[in-house]
């Protein structure tokens, strides 16, 4: 290979050595906004992992999760029959002064 042949090559290799830097900057540009999701990707699996090896993890965390929701239920339920009390009041009340008010 020549000289001029051997400088071309060198050329065309800091050419696409400075391209690869340009395209690896904006890739790591692109990818920062994946940080936190695959973060949080990556924790999911490890638990999953973790509740494989160990099944009571899995049956206690359903346990916890089936009162949790029996508790809620049991909260909503309770703030429902308070409005139907409320509501269920304020019509007897209407009802009671419009038939003590006289018809007019």
Known sequence: MTNSGLAAVTKRRQMLIARAAAQRAELAMLAERWREPIAAAEAAFKLGRVVRRHAAIAV??????????????????GWLLTGLELIQAIRKRTKREAAQSPAS
């Open 60 to 77: 206690l965390a359903l346990a916890i999760a089936m009162r949790v929701q029996r508790l809620r239920v049991v909260a909503w339920s």
